[in-house]
């Protein structure tokens, strides 16, 4: 029997694109924080969703 330390979330590999300008800026977090790629992206997702609204186009 042997420790493991991943989390007990359930992901969903997706694979997804982009722009450079934004990668730049999630990379640059990454760097500061020491946070993964993938957690910054999580984090930024989960807010938007959280904290957006939905607006029809007029």
Do not use: P, W
Not at 18 to 43: C, F, H, P, Q, V
Not at 44 to 57: F, P
């Amino acid at each position: 029997m042997g420790l493991s330390f991943r989390n007990k979330k359930h992901y969903v590999q997706f694979t997804t694109r982009y722009e450079e300008d934004l990668m730049e800026r999630i990379r640059a977090i990454s760097k500061a924080t020491g946070l993964s790629l993938n957690e910054i992206i999580n984090k930024c997702v989960r807010y938007a969703l959280d904290n957006g609204t939905i607006e029809k186009e007029k």
